[in-house]
């Protein structure tokens, strides 16, 4: 069945063109793309490690008994989440970021091992996707030759992969008898190959074995496309340049760009982290193409807790650009009065709110 998604959330991530919301466990609960508030196509994303030295089934990342820590890098909008199993003496560091310079979620997953026991270890990825938070007309399938899990309705493409290739694959109807969850439980996917609808997909691949006191590194990518070579091109790109470089490739872009700042001279360390927190984080709201701020990352689409905010209101826009203009970011400031001068009404006003596209 479908999670229900906290109203709250803990982490966003993006690149003006795609944004991406976490909970504390690392487990991604919303997709926003090709625009920051318009459209969601995320119904679950999780991730599990498969070993049969740990018994059968899946051990998903964000249930107990594993303990969650996590921070963002005090200088870049890189997400790090330590997740812990102390029982059976595991430790995986989950490094998430979105590529400046393309439309691709970047997940770098090490597996340290302080137990006694050498272990084989596989990385299993479930996916359910509502692409444009539709239910209907959606399709799934995997590719073998580019070894890539696809998601698409329409123009919006996604494409699941990894750095190595895969050891199984399932494609599904997540509310059907055929879901691929249902055949994630044992860990061992039946090769499903294609599914439309309601769907579902998961991945299998292998880590590799594990000795005590060792280490081991997988990445995995999903980009994103308004056609399937979109999206495979975007896929082999990210895999050609491989997690770490593209991790280092946007820990250098979030730097840059901070450096156009005004620095806070004298201010005690934990302002200062929090003035470049809140800046960075105000960039992740702000929309590249058309100049448009968003309040939030959309959390309550259904409006129970709030009025919905995933949105451009001309009040909270106005505190960012301010803010903006303060800090000596006047690009960003300066492209939201355009932005608002193209949507101003003919007789003068601005309504409440509005898509980033001026809508």
Known sequence: MPLKKPLLLDAVLGNARMLITFDRQGRVHHLFWPQIDFAQHISQLRLGLVSPALGAGVLWLEDRPWEHRQSYHP???????????????????????????????????????SSPTTLPVGVLLYS???????????????????QALLHYR?????????????????????????????DCEDGLLSGRGIENGDTDGAVLWP???????GRARLSIFLAAGHNSAEALRGLALARRKGGDRLLEEAEAHWQRWL????PLAGAHPAVEQL?????????????????????????????????????????????????????????????????????????????????????
């Open 275 to 359: 003035y470049y927190r809140s800046l960075m984080t105000l960039k992740l709201l702000s929309d590249e193409r058309h100049g448009a701020f968003i309040a939030a990352p959309e959390f309550d689409p259904d409006r129970i807790g709030c009025g919905g905010y995933g949105y451009c209101w001309g009040r909270d826009a106005s505190y960012i650009a301010t803010a903006f203009d303060e800090a000596g970011c006047h690009q960003e400031a300066r492209a939201f009065y355009r932005w608002a001068k193209r949507v101003q009404d003919p007789r003068g006003v601005w309504y409440q709110r509005y898509y980033v596209d001026g809508h």
């Open 259 to 262: 450096s156009r700042a005004r």
């Open 207 to 213: 880590l590799e074995e594990v000795g005590p006191g």
């Open 75 to 113: 200088r870049a909008a890189l997400l790090r989440t330590t997740i812990t199993n102390q029982r059976l003496g595991l430790t995986v560091y989950l490094d998430d970021c979105v590529w400046p310079d393309g439309d691709i979620l970047v997940r770098r997953l090490t597996l340290e091992n």
């Open 128 to 146: 359910a996707l509502d692409i444009e938070e539709s239910r209907r007309y959606n399709t799934v399938y995997f590719d073998w030759d580019q």
């Open 154 to 182: 329409r123009d919006r493409w996604f494409a699941f992969g990894a750095d190595r290739a895969a050891a199984g694959y399932q494609c599904g109807r997540e509310q059907g008898g055929e879901s691929a969850w249902s």
